[in-house]
């Protein structure tokens, strides 16, 4: 096995052409086990720790663009009011010292169903900047995830970027795991509300093949909402629209059955989560609601 | 903390009672100095900085020079013929040294076993578990020796599955075993049963008629992992003599001893075995793993070689606790007084026996647990199965009997309409039981008492989340909730429940083995000081012996400086850091030679200064802070004066009252030296609507007979909580049908964090057993049995639901 380790980007992205193979790690939180377990033994291993672009962050007006090596542990402490739906996830992965290293750059390189970022990602809105030799793109981070651990980068391309909507509403993240703390999700389910836009997206792991949204709960909601006047009044959704809601969200799951849970638990936990963090975001909508009125 | 060492010296624990208790300064004539540090106070670890500090050396940081690095080609199967092994291509790899498969094995004797001889050094032709060692490799590099081993081309044939209970006793089933000799073959029922043992008393079935109310039931526990953080490794050095040098984390030297030379084809005498740093054993030591295969390379290769497993091999490269279903009928008396108990006990005991014999022993004799049943019909057995093997984990046989019965006195409550703790109580055994065993109990056994002190704690406040909250009104602490950091629930869906269990564990091996320990206690003078050292050959596998016989010599012999001798087989045996015995029986031992060498400094002293004090000859003499005393405080001299320019050194064997072995038919005898009791109380908050638990406070009560250290004692009851806690709602190796494990990782088989971890408030007894020395009693694993039935009975409290299998998973709980 090589070991490469750029210094800049642009050797990163040359070193990546020249070796279309080579698994690139930034906090070899996830590259490491798996190599430590023999699950893969690449040519090369590309150190991206030098790159500092990657270990940046900046707050724009309608975006944040995270580098796609910031640890979790800054997303929690730094970046919470913009992406609290992502600082949420952040805060369940692994323990201090995995969250100390991993990042959201290497969630989406290994494109795992059960990684705790991607139902926040969706949930929020984002697009992932990959990058070659050939150029740059912008990648829905719906389009990104297209099987079990695949996802929509070329061989030469590399995650520089992930472009994420700054929160225009409440947000929430939950997932079950079977034990309270380190653990891989059994699932997990975002819920981002856009009052900006009137819309809510959601995004849903560990519960098909590929993270996802919801979109037929996602429609059904904004619609309800809208139908109802919710976002002017504020009043809660009557509870049959929640549990239609929470049962479109389950309904859009297409689980398994594994050593972490069965399916038909899954998508009983899916429709869970979604009631309750429908519940949590709207009441603070409410809130929010209610203090600018006041202000 | 209940009780000090007053309690043990006024119950009569013998002269052995005379106890430093660390209350230094007092120098009047009348008063004793005592030795600081000595038994039942909380001395300091001496590895403790070490390991806290992260310097200390565990087996897998062993180095030699010029050593190699074995690795083991395991079996990809759970049963299939080796129809051909091809080595010529690993072999020839560079930085290879050598490949080991069956056909090397340089004696007659190919096979080991705890008990019963079964298990071949390397697979013979066939492989009966999912990764039974095949072959080994040592190469210069650990990658190197793992890539070799993977060229290793092994033609397996598969064969059909033994998985369960039907299908291993089916007339047709296929052997695990064919042409068995063991002590057992003759009695079982099936050759795929490794050993049965029925415990019959009265008459059942007239019992039976006499009683109001019946309950029965049929519970399951998984296969749950010791899951210690020190993965298996080792070094072997050959030596010139023809023999080895094999460092080693195990748990009992001389019983690996035993098994290791005769496969290797050398005199125990040339196997020579020191104890290397030990992380954590609880029964998974027991069974050797790479000991052979390492001494095997060394020999082979004329180098050192070390073994060190990863945690995947690790799962694979020792033995778990046993699955078992276990069906219980129990009756009782409208007014809550039990009739009789009928069970059977099934337990897996997979490819191999280990120590499935002794498990079953248990599971039967313990199977009522610590209530006064006359009339009972018992059976429990162990199956041979292409599972992965099992054996020993701490509370052995006696954690799934525990499990079943405590959930039956619970349904029995509840159908009676009666408190379970009531029941429970007016059911308890006390001193003068008779055991199902015929056995009396003949030392204290507080059961109703624990369970009054667990009951008589305050409860845990209601909604602790809230409380816990910072940002005030509406805020919740997650991590007080079911899911914790996972942020599931706000409270939503969150029941309370609270629940009880009680169990009864043996302490020290049983049914007529010969129990004993050897130590060897030097005393000398060094640069004008006493000092001590004491040697033996107990394994320290974190549960702090080394710390307990440092405490034994202080009080014994009244020296503050103690140094402990690496623990190696130059001294005899010291069995098994098992069982909940290493106090008891080494500590027994360390003190008994104490009084060896006591005995003669005396002898010495009154030979030197006989002449000069009368109280020589006519007092009680004892060895106090470094000097010769009399019962009343007067000092005659130092330990320096009297021993002079040489040494006192005395080695002794120390045995527990001997025990005999079970009826094979009616499991009648006087089987255990000691029994040891702990009572739960579990205070759990479960979220209905996703299946997740948060246990909030699992107290305990227990009786240690005396606390050498309370410290240690607090600890061990805590951490045995902790594992039965892990039973309770996440510790499983999940097997699939065809044998094979699916979750040998850290991933996915899960042991409780500190946030799975709740307040375990922890309230030690010290009555005192006047068969024991200092009255101790075994306090290791107790506390593992009541945990895991008191979790799930506050689950089922706060849910209504059966329950009858642990772990409990979230699938269970919202039934889906």
């Known amino acids: 096995m090589e070991f490469l380790r750029p210094r800049t980007w642009q050797e990163a992205l040359a070193a990546k052409a020249e070796h279309p193979s080579a698994v690139p790690i930034a906090g070899g939180t996830d590259v490491m086990v798996e190599i430590n377990f023999d699950h893969c033994r690449p040519t090369h291993l590309m150190d991206l720790g030098r790159v500092p672009e990657l270990h940046e962050w900046e707050v724009g007006s309608a975006t944040v663009r995270l580098g796609a090596s910031v640890p979790y542990t800054k997303i929690i402490e730094r970046l919470a009011p913009e992406l609290p739906g992502l600082a949420l996830a952040s ?73 994420i909507a700054r929160a225009d509403g409440p947000q929430q ?111 603070s909508y409410r809130g929010e609601e209610r203090s600018t009125r006041c202000a | 903390m209940a009780g000090t060492a007053d309690t043990t010296a006024a119950t009569g624990a013998g002269a052995g009672a005379r106890t430093g208790t660390g209350t230094a300064g007092a120098t009047a004539v009348g008063a004793r100095t005592g030795t600081p540090d000595g038994v039942g106070a909380s001395a300091r670890r001496p590895d403790g900085t070490l390991k806290v500090t992260g310097e200390f050396a565990y087996s897998s940081d062993l180095w030699h020079e010029d050593m190699l690095w074995g690795c083991t080609l395991r079996s990809p199967y759970a ?49 009966r578990y999912h990764g039974e060692p095949v072959a080994l490799v040592a190469a210069d590099h650990p990658e190197t020796a793992r890539r070799a081993a993977a060229k290793i081309r092994v033609e397996y044939r598969e064969l059909p599955v033994v998985h369960d209970e039907d299908n291993a006793l089916a007339e047709d089933a296929p052997l695990l075993h064919a042409g068995r000799e063991d002590d057992h073959a003759a009695h079982v029922p099936h050759p795929n049963i490794v050993h049965r043992q029925p415990v019959v008393r009265g008459d059942a079935d007239a019992a039976a008629r006499r009683a109001d109310v019946v309950v029965t039931g049929t519970y399951q526990v998984g296969m749950q992992d010791q899951a210690f953080l020190g993965p298996e490794s080792g070094l072997a050095v050959p030596a010139e003599d023809g023999g080895v040098d094999l460092y080693i984390a195990t748990q009992w030297l001389h019983s690996d ?71 219980y009928e129990h009756g009782a008396t409208r007014d809550g007084r039990l009739t009789h108990v009928r069970c059977r006990i099934v337990l897996d005991g997979g490819a191999y026996a280990s120590a499935s014999p002794a498990v079953v022993g248990n599971a039967a004799s313990l199977s009522v647990g610590p209530y006064v049943v006359d009339d009972v019909d018992i059976e429990a057995l162990a199956l041979y199965t292409n599972n992965p093997p099992c054996g020993a984990m701490r509370g052995f ?35 003068g039981a008779v055991m199902p065993t015929g056995q009396v109990v003949d030392s204290p056994a507080p059961v109703a008492e624990i369970l009054r002190r667990v009951k008589a704690l305050p409860l845990p406040p209601e909604r602790q989340w809230e409380a816990a909250a910072e940002g005030g009104r509406g805020a919740v602490d997650v991590r007080a909730l079911p899911g914790g950091l996972s942020n599931t629930t706000r409270g939503e869906g969150v029941v309370r429940g609270v629940g009880y269990a009680v169990g009864i564990k043996n302490v020290g091996f049983s049914e007529g083995f010969d129990d004993y320990s050897t130590a060897r206690v030097r005393l000398e003078a060094a640069g004008g000081e006493p000092v001590a050292l ?32 690496p623990a190696d087989t130059r001294v005899g045996s010291a069995g098994s850091t098992s069982a909940s015995r290493q106090t008891y029986v080494t500590g027994g031992a360390v003190r008994h030679v104490c009084g060896l060498v006591r005995e003669e400094v005396l002898e010495r002293g009154r030979a030197r200064f006989g002449a000069h004090h009368p109280a020589w000859t006519s007092a009680e003499l004892l060895l106090e802070g470094g000097k010769v005393v009399t019962s009343g405080g007067e000092v005659l001299a130092s330990l320096v004066e009297v021993l002079g320019d040489e040494p006192v050194e005395a080695v002794g064997e120390w045995r527990h009252r001997p025990t005999e072995p079970f009826d094979l038919t009616t499991g009648q005898g006087f ?22 638990v948060k246990v909030v406070e699992l107290a305990c009560a227990q009786d240690v007979g005396k606390a050498v250290n309370p410290d240690a004692v607090v600890g061990q009851i805590q951490g045995g909580t902790t594992q039965g806690l892990g039973l309770a709602v996440m510790e499983e190796i999940l097997v699939d049908p065809s044998g094979r494990v699916r979750n040998p990782s850290f991933t996915d088989y899960l042991i409780p964090t500190i946030l799975d971890t709740p307040t375990i408030p922890v309230d030690v007894l010290e009555l005192a057993d006047e068969h024991a020395p200092y009255g101790l009693r075994g306090a290791g694993e107790a506390p593992t049995l009541s945990s895991t039935p008191a979790v799930l009975a506050a689950i089922r409290a706060a849910t209504g639901r059966e329950l009858p299998r642990v772990p409990v998973r979230p699938e269970h709980i919202v039934d889906v």
């Open chain 1, 91 to 163: 805060h369940t992965v692994g323990s201090p010292q995995i969250r100390n290293r991993g990042s959201v750059g290497g969630n989406l390189g290994a494109a795992s169903p059960a990684g705790d970022a991607h139902p926040a990602l969706l949930a929020a809105g984002a697009e992932v900047e990959a990058e070659s030799v050939r150029g740059a793109r912008r990648i829905p981070v719906e389009d990104f995830y297209t099987g079990v651990k695949r996802n929509a980068l070329a061989d030469d391309e590399l995650i520089k970027y992930i472009h």
């Open chain 1, 173 to 283: 993240f939950s997932k079950v795991g079977t034990r309270n703390a380190m653990v891989i999700a059994v699932c997990a389910f975002s819920l981002a509300l856009h009052p900006a836009r009137r819309t809510v997206r959601t995004g849903i792991g560990s519960a098909a093949p590929t993270p996802l949204r919801a979109r037929a709960a996602e429609d059904f909601l904004t619609v309800a909402l809208e139908e109802g006047g919710h976002w002017d009044s504020g009043r809660p959704l009557p509870p049959s629209a929640a549990r239609r809601f929470a049962e479109l969200c389950a309904a859009a799951c297409d689980p398994i059955d594994d050593v972490r849970g069965s399916a038909a638990y899954r998508r009983r936990a899916v429709g869970v989560m979604a009631r309750r963090t429908l519940g949590w975001t709207w009441e």
């Open chain 2, 79 to 127: 049963h299939a013929e080796i129809v051909s092994v091809d080595i010529g291509e690993a072999l020839a790899q560079a930085g290879v040294h050598t490949v080991l498969t069956y056909d090397d094995l340089p004696a007659e004797r190919k096979n080991y076993g705890l008990e019963i001889k079964d298990t071949p050094a390397l697979a013979h032709g066939r492989v």
């Open chain 2, 257 to 327: 001893r035993k098994q290791i030379a005769p496969v290797l084809g050398l005199p125990e005498e040339k196997v020579r075995m020191t104890l290397a740093g030990v992380g954590g054993a609880f029964g998974g030591r027991e069974d050797l793993s790479m000991q052979i295969h390492a001494c095997l390379l060394a020999l082979r290769t004329g180098k050192p070689v070390k073994m060190v497993y990863n945690r995947f091999e690790s799962f694979f490269g020792h033995v778990h606790r046993h699955p078992a279903t276990l069906r």
């Open chain 2, 397 to 431: 046989g006696a954690v799934q009997a525990c499990f079943a019965y405590e959930a039956q006195l619970d349904k029995l409550a509840d159908r009676l309409g009666m408190d379970p703790v009531e029941l429970r109580q007016r059911n308890a055994m006390a001193q």
């Open chain 2, 534 to 565: 004491v040697h033996t050959a107990a394994a320290e596998v974190g549960q702090g012996g080394v710390t307990v016989h440092q405490q034994i010599v202080r009080t014994e012999l009244g020296v503050g400086h103690v140094t402990v001798h």
């Open chain 2, 671 to 692: 089987g255990h030296v000691q029994y040891s009791f702990a009572a739960h109380r579990a205070v759990v908050e479960v979220d209905i609507e996703l299946g997740l």
